[in-house]
């Protein structure tokens, strides 16, 4: 416990000098050694540019996009069979409370929901049809469709590698099942570096993506709206370090409590703005969807023609929904349950979720109120659109913004904190969690630099270790997937409710 407290220290000091540009003054150049030698080269690598020319498509988008598009593959559409199966499980229809788990997979869902869901479902789709055109929003649908599959895979792989730690803590994800399920085929090298590189990468993520960025983004939006904390961040960062501390301290089931609540709330507030918007243009919905299509396959006012939007669809919908990611394998492997490919099957609804509805939601009312015509550019275009039906959509946006950073810190804590007690044994888990409450505040009063571009490259750097691992092991989860769908369907899997 001396050791994990004395490390947690120490990597606050290290981080907490490191994200501001106030903090340069007292260590000049300290943001331009991060940007030179950890951001540069690390974007250079996640961010390869696999297409040469007008339109850049980096490596690492391409490798979520093939991934999902083999898995979707290699369990026959489980994204479209398991569909109504994983709405049925999420009512609680199977759920048994005499099974192993710690939350319900409704909550799972919320948990690992609420990391996904958030500013860049309504400012990035803005940034992505505002750069590739409306077309954007039909291949931004197909990723997230395929994206389905990639869930799928990592959190079956989740519940089947799951284990409980000595305070009886059930927990599982990328960082177990890349070393366990490697280590049984017989590579358990290669599967200890893949699962030790996951968890470094998350640890990092969650910390400067995953809390710092969206303590930031909430309070500059928050602070717009209440001068006082525009005035006094300070405050901003103290009750909302509060409010997150509430949370986190009371473990994944308090967390999924939290998530099972807000969640439903903020995506349904959203989504029924989004309706009363396309309700009040009904009449230009079908032309919106007629441009979306034609555009799609025949854009004209996007740079790369064809690829370009196709990129620009691809981008938004890996960034968003994290499909591949390996995080939401974390949350769904604390899921009270006995089949790990039930899990499965319900984290495929977060993509449609997350992509196919909230996504395409605030891509359709850019693109019907014609705002991606004008000059506003991300949240600030989103915004426009909205307010063109409901005027006082700035405040309700300002909320969901807050509601959004808030539930994605309480999701990213427990990430985070899966992946320090893998690395560093149980006893990390409260240094761990302290230290990213002082993050949460330091977060809303910096400045941020380099560091954050580090942390968030981190996040999308987690699907290189994650995706190699799950297509060595897709053949375990196949396998599973052939024997729980044949006792669903011959009637031998019974419903608890």
């Known amino acids: 416990m001396r050791s994990s407290s004395a490390l947690f220290a120490s990597l606050a000091m290290l981080l907490f000098a490191t994200p501001a540009s106030a903090a340069d003054a007292a260590f000049p150049g300290l943001?331009?050694?991060?940007?030179?030698?950890?951001?540069?080269?690390?974007?250079?690598?996640?961010?390869?540019?696999?297409?040469?020319?007008?339109?850049?498509?980096?490596?690492?988008?391409?490798?979520l996009v093939l991934g999902a598009t083999f898995f979707t593959g290699r369990m026959a559409f489980i994204n479209l069979?398991?569909?109504?199966?994983?709405?049925?499980?999420?009512?609680?229809?199977?759920?048994?409370?005499?099974?192993?788990?710690?939350?319900?997979?409704?909550?799972?869902?919320?948990?690992?929901?609420?990391?996904?869901?958030?500013?860049g479902n309504i400012?990035?789709?803005a940034v992505a049809v505002g750069l590739g055109g409306p077309g954007a929003v039909f291949w931004m649908v197909v990723a997230g469709f395929l994206g389905m599959s990639?869930?799928?895979?990592?959190?079956?792989?989740?519940?089947?590698?799951?284990?409980?730690?000595s305070k009886g803590n059930v927990s599982g994800g990328p960082m177990q099942y890349l070393k366990t399920g490697l280590d049984e085929m017989g590579l358990g090298p290669l599967g200890k570096a893949l699962a030790m590189i996951f968890a470094v990468m998350c640890i990092g993520g969650s910390l400067g993506g995953g809390n710092m960025f969206q303590a930031n983004q909430s309070a500059q939006l928050i602070g717009e709206v209440v001068p006082l904390f525009a005035d006094f961040p300070w405050l901003y960062g103290i009750l909302l370090a509060v409010a997150v501390g509430a949370v986190i301290l009371g473990g994944i089931k308090r967390i999924g409590m939290a998530a099972g609540a807000i969640v439903p709330f903020m995506c349904g507030m959203y989504v029924l703005c989004g309706c009363v918007v396309l309700v009040a243009n009904a009449s230009a919905v079908p032309a919106a969807f007629g441009t979306i299509l034609s555009e799609a396959?025949?854009?004209t006012?996007?740079?790369?023609?064809?690829?370009?939007?196709?990129?620009?669809?691809?981008?938004?919908?890996?960034?968003?929904n994290e499909a591949g990611i390996g995080s939401a394998s974390i949350?769904?492997?604390?899921?009270?349950?006995?089949?790990?490919?039930?899990?499965g099957i319900v984290a495929l609804l977060e993509p449609f979720i997350d992509t196919l509805i909230v996504c395409t939601m605030t891509g359709l009312v850019v693109v019907v109120t014609g705002a991606y015509l004008g000059d506003a550019e991300g949240i600030s275009m989103t915004a426009e659109a909205f307010a063109t039906v409901l005027p006082w959509f700035p405040i309700l946006l300002t909320l969901a913004a807050v509601l959004f950073a808030f539930s994605t810190m309480i999701s990213w804590s427990y990430y985070g904190e899966r992946c320090v007690t893998a690395l560093f044994g149980v006893g990390a888990s409260m240094p761990y969690?302290?230290?990213?409450?002082?993050?949460?505040?330091?977060?809303?009063?910096?400045?941020?630099?380099?560091?954050?571009?580090?942390?968030?490259?981190?996040?999308?750097?987690?699907?290189f270790p994650n995706i190699l691992g799950c297509l060595l092991l897709s053949g375990k989860v196949k396998s599973r997937l052939d024997d729980y769908w044949g006792r669903l369907q011959s009637g031998e899997m019974k419903r608890v409710t």
């Open 31 to 63: 943001d331009a050694f991060f940007s030179e030698w950890l951001v540069g080269p690390l974007a250079a690598v996640l961010f390869f540019d696999i297409w040469p020319g007008e339109v850049s498509f980096p490596i690492v988008v391409m490798w």
């Open 301 to 320: 006012a996007v740079g790369g023609g064809f690829i370009g939007v196709l990129v620009q669809g691809f981008k938004r919908a890996a960034f968003s």
């Open 150 to 165: 990639s869930k799928f895979v990592e959190c079956s792989l989740g519940q089947m590698y799951r284990v409980t730690d």
């Open 331 to 343: 949350a769904h492997s604390a899921a009270t349950t006995e089949e790990p490919i039930r899990e």
């Open 297 to 299: 396959f025949n854009p």
């Open 81 to 119: 069979r398991g569909f109504k199966h994983a709405v049925v499980v999420t009512t609680g229809a199977y759920d048994n409370p005499e099974e192993t788990g710690e939350i319900s997979h409704f909550q799972a869902l919320s948990a690992a929901l609420s990391a996904t869901v958030g500013l």
């Open 123 to 125: 400012a990035g789709v």
């Open 433 to 463: 969690k302290v230290v990213f409450l002082f993050f949460v505040f330091f977060g809303s009063v910096m400045s941020l630099g380099s560091v954050l571009d580090f942390s968030d490259l981190m996040i999308l750097g987690m699907a």
